[in-house]
């Protein structure tokens, strides 16, 4: 197999991982002429496109540097013992290749995770060598994400620091207990939440100079929403308790979906709403102000389909109680729907200058007028408005 092959190869399952904030994948359709890849086919298999935390677009790597494992995860296509062509990269092997693909201009950031063989620590070591490889042999510059392997020492984790943009542990499960219906060899606390407590452990006590491009790395994890039967509380309590305490900087939900050929294929498929819907709950407890209690949870502890969040949250507050916006602070502006951190900025900077009278004055400020407008009054006055409910 040739280095290429060997990346549509690891590259085919990519798409089950969140690593960044993806614009939608161009694919992971695999070309159907191995060694005879078109230069459209070799970027749609294993290259998307993702917005990284700066803002900036880039094409995204997403790819393993072996799908050898011996773990057995319930619900992962690479699980040990599974019936699929395995393929694996030497560290070398695949900095070569991608430095290829970044000088041609083909990538220009790269996702790289592991199955794990011999180990946590041996795995980790070997994503180590290859980061290493990239950065110091190739010189790349570009944006590197590093998984960190579960079981990972304290050494690498901070190695992983000093060579990444970004590092991630999947916690896959909110829970001890959760995790044991997905992964059961996986331990929650020493192998997964361990490394995430050292990488701020060490953002705490190392200079920021330390490390790559002399800034810390973010740090973030993924849940297989759904897949433990956990609910949305849980999830997001977990997601609450990472951000508070160790600067989780996003968490991703992928919803569950059964994979033949491995212990969960006969489990239903989980809505992909529900990822949505997580998605604009954790965004509320990061940037919002919004507390769990906050949140619009049903009797089964989890959000509402149909429901935006902050929507049914206004719906539940707002509506006989609507906020001056001529006299809100921000906290309470970014709680209207419509309304977002800029939009928030945007108004109290106007508020030095006039008085905001009517929708027209919002939208001019970026708010979307016609979701506010049933929770706010502009100089004292209701606007006129249905309801909105998406
Ligand atoms: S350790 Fe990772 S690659 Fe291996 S089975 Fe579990 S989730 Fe899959």
Redesign the pocket.
């Known amino acids: 197999m040739n280095a290429l092959d060997t990346l549509v190869e690891l590259s085919s399952q990519m798409t089950l991982e969140h690593a960044e904030e993806s614009r939608g994948a161009i694919g992971t359709t695999e070309p159907s002429k191995p060694g005879c890849y078109s230069l459209k086919e070799q970027r749609a298999a294993f290259v998307h496109p993702a917005q990284l935390p700066n803002g900036k677009s880039i094409q995204l790597l997403k790819t ?1 540097l072996s ?1 050898a ?5 319930f ?6 013992g599974r019936d699929f062509r395995r393929a694996t990269f030497k560290p070398d092997e695949f900095a070569g290749l991608f430095s290829k693909m970044n000088q041609s201009g083909f990538a220009q950031g790269v996702f790289l ?4 063989a011999a180990g946590g620590v041996r795995t980790m070591d070997k994503l180590l060598d290859t980061a290493h490889i990239l950065r110091k042999t190739h010189g790349f510059k570009g944006y590197l994400h590093l998984k960190i ?2 079981g990972s020492e304290k050494d690498q984790v901070y190695r992983a620091m000093q060579l990444a943009d970004r590092v991630s542990v ?1 916690l ?1 499960a909110p829970s001890t207990e959760r995790l044991a219906k997905l ?1 059961p ?2 331990v929650f606390i020493e192998e997964l939440m361990r490394p995430l407590r050292w990488v701020e452990e060490i953002r705490r006590t190392v200079p920021a100079y330390k490390f790559w491009n002399g800034k810390y790395p973010s740090t973030v994890t993924q849940f297989v929403a759904g897949g433990a039967d956990e609910s949305d509380l849980e999830l997001l309590n977990t997601t609450q308790w990472l951000m508070k305490n160790v600067r989780l900087k996003r968490a991703y939900f992928s919803a569950f979906h059964p994979i033949l050929d491995t212990p969960l294929e006969n489990k239903a498929a989980v809505n992909p709403m529900r990822e949505h819907r997580l998605y604009q709950a954790s965004f509320l407890l990061r940037d919002y102000g919004f507390e769990l209690e906050d949140l619009p949870f049903t009797s089964d502890e989890n959000l509402p389909l149909h429901t935006d969040p902050k929507l049914a949250w206004a719906q539940m507050n707002l509506v006989h109680a609507p906020i001056e916006v001529n006299l809100a602070d921000k906290q309470q502006l970014i709680k209207i729907p419509g309304v977002g951190t800029k939009g928030a900025d945007a108004i109290l900077t106007a508020r030095r200058t006039q008085k905001l009278r009517d929708l027209s004055a919002l939208k001019k400020l970026g708010v979307i007028a016609e979701r506010a407008a049933p929770y706010v009054l502009l100089d004292g006055k209701r606007m006129a408005s249905q309801l909105a409910l998406f």
């Open positions: 393993l799908s494992c011996e773990r057995d995860c619900y992962c296509p690479f699980r040990a995770s592991s199955g794990i392997m579960p999947n896959e992964a060899h996986k």
